[in-house]
């Protein structure tokens, strides 16, 4: 270390005494075991500033620091790591010292975060003035002193809430600026977001919580304005309808049972809306009661050939199919076909597989909402991420969940 000392200063970049002290207890420790390691860490930081400050290629990096490749190597483990947002703080720290503020901004960063969380949450509950969760009053201040940040009491009924009280968000100890952001991407992720990757990006301590937090969206996302609304479709409207089944192929599995492939049923309205809903078996009874809870009679029915649909059909406006066991995908110069429920489908399967891997057959109907929201609130209907981010936000209202109810729903 000694020889580093020395060399201290040589350029402009390389980190003081003061500096080192502060940075070293971020980093990585020397493995316990093993070769002991042959580059000092100082240096790598020092070289990285280097880079940084320079702006030289990292091939350009003067001799005196270790190997450019050492160097590079160690940047992008860093990057990985988000170790710089970490050494940067404590930077800060060090220097809102120096110039005799207060400490540790990060805690005041995330405070202001959460501030400004709560107003736009705030804000996109109660457009119209803060009302009572309880008795709907709109007589009630915001309480001063001591009390916890965003509690308003209530002048009629005496209750206390804040914006999460009667919501998804009811409870949770996840900061409400991290609650933003998981709805942000949820909503903007065409095919879905893991739970484990809702715990990297946010920084969420256990995947327990993150999985928690993504079905408490999924909540918000569940949209059934539709039955206030005479269901889907209407007159010279169409709603396909169409049967799925999602879940591992059997040739995967090498000794265990193949896993039951689980049925969904879809009702999308063409240049719309869709429902999708999963069923214990595609049955005409099991079908005829999702299509007509959630379908307008007055629009026309499209549907594969399925022996389940005529008797249904008949019940509506309409009703073409399309014969795929003899490779018909469309008739009537194209007007006849289920394409668009295919195309859903598509989004779907992709996400299941693809981001989720395997769906208990207890989540599934909360997947589909997700999926569900997605699509009938997509790019193409003119909706777009941030917009659909507020209208999630927006369905928090009046809607709990709690960990034991995914688990039994
Ligand atoms: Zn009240």
Redesign the pocket.
Known sequence: MADIEKKTKRYPTDLTDEEWERIRPFLPKPAAKGRKPSVDMREVLNAIRYVARAGCGWRMLPKDFPPWRTVYWWFRRFMRRFLFETIHDVALMIDRERSGREASPSAGVIDSQSVKAREHIEASRWPNGVA?P????FD?HRMGGKTQAGMFL?N????KFTCRTGTVMERSHIPLHKWLFAIHLMASSKKGVSAHQLMRNLGIGSYRTAWFLAHRIREAMVDDSHKATGGLGGANKVVEVDETFVGGKAKNRAYREPAPKKAVVSLVEREGRVHSRHVADVTAKTVREIIVTNANRASALMTDDAAIYPAIGREFAGHETVNHSANEYARFGGFAHVNTAENFYSILKRGITGIYHSVSETHLHRYLREFDFRYSNRSGLGIEDAERAAKTLRGVEGKRLTYAQPLNA
């Open positions: 009572c309880f008795c709907g009053s009630v209530c009629d009924c005496r209750d």
